[in-house]
């Protein structure tokens, strides 16, 4: 898989739109990263099939399961609710969104 809209939106800060099991989604990618031998990302989800999610969380999305990205030009803002010190991402960052 091609990362480089993912690293587009994480450095620019710009929204992500694409497709996951079958969802139209947007959404503001913080970090890709690997686990187990597979790529993620984990974003704020700031639209599920065109509706806003009832409270904003991050999610993590497999890249195997991701299609149809491209880049936006609507941009975000580091989310409070993104922990950039996870343990997750403990050696095993790939990208991340600069801190502000």
């Given at each position: ?14 929204c992500l739109a694409?497709?996951?099991n079958k969802l ?77």
């Open positions: 898989m091609d990362n480089s809209r993912i690293f587009e939106a994480i450095a620019l800060r710009r694409a497709r996951y139209a989604l947007v959404l503001a990618p913080h970090v890709l990263y690997k686990r187990n031998d597979s790529y993620f990302i984990d974003a704020i989800t700031v639209t599920r099939d065109g509706q806003e999610p009832k409270e904003p969380k991050v999610g993590s999305y497999n890249l195997a399961g991701l299609s149809e990205l491209d880049v936006l030009d609507q941009t975000f803002e580091v989310h409070p609710l993104f922990n950039r010190m996870d343990p997750k991402y403990r050696d095993n960052i790939l990208f991340m969104i600069d801190a502000d």
